[in-house]
């Protein structure tokens, strides 16, 4: 079955760091555009960080940019989302995504992260 996987999320308070886990089953990361979205409470879904399968480069949203990282590895899998120096307003619900141009796209399956005092 094609599908992405996500790790459990987590309760950590401001300041610390967490890191989230995607595996793709079924298929490789290869020229694939991988993404992580989150989606607070009442709010629409936002793009937090993208990387490109195939030249590597990365982006991402104002409000995480230089504190979070979007990696994978050599062997194409897993895709992580490291974010350090966790605040309130990061608290969402965190997407992993993965598309190509062929039509693929494929989303894991949400995971939460509190951050809270």
């Known amino acids: 079955q094609v599908q992405l996987v996500q790790s459990a999320g987590g309760f950590v308070q401001p300041g610390e760091s967490l890191r989230l886990s995607c595996v793709a089953s079924?298929?490789?990361?290869?020229?694939?555009?991988m993404n992580w979205y989150r989606q607070a409470p009442g709010k629409q879904r936002e793009l937090v960080a993208t990387?490109?399968?195939?030249?590597?480069?990365?982006n991402y949203a104002e409000s995480v940019k230089g504190r979070f990282t979007i990696s994978r590895n050599s062997a194409m899998n897993p895709m992580y989302l490291q974010m350090n120096r966790l605040k309130p307003e990061d608290t969402a619900v965190y997407y992993c995504?993965?598309?190509?141009?062929?039509?693929?796209?494929?989303w894991g399956q949400g995971t939460q992260v509190t951050v809270s005092s």
């Open positions: 990387l490109s399968g195939t030249t590597r480069n990365t």
């Open positions: 079924g298929f490789f990361f290869t020229n694939y555009v």
């Open positions: 995504r993965a598309f190509r141009a062929s039509g693929n796209d494929y």
